[in-house]
């Protein structure tokens, strides 16, 4: 898994994660508060995805740092 998510940009998850705060806005405003709820609660799901994958990516630094 940490090889496919390597490969992954963060800005693309971040970006993800600001619409979806957005999306829930947009929801709740047009008096749809459980689809806004639900929709809301996808951006620190995709937070917590953007922290795993740097994450990720700074282990793999620090290891090519160590072999060399």
């Not at 963060?10 to 970006?15: A, H, R």
């Amino acid at each position: 898994i940490g090889g496919q998510t390597k490969k992954r940009p963060d800005l693309g998850v971040l970006s993800l994660s600001v619409a979806s705060m957005a999306g829930a806005l947009r929801l709740t405003r047009d008096s749809k508060k459980t689809a806004g709820n639900f929709v809301g609660q996808w951006a620190p799901t995709l937070l917590i995805f953007g922290l795993y994958n740097k994450m990720v990516k700074i282990e793999d630094e620090l290891l090519r740092l160590r072999m060399h």
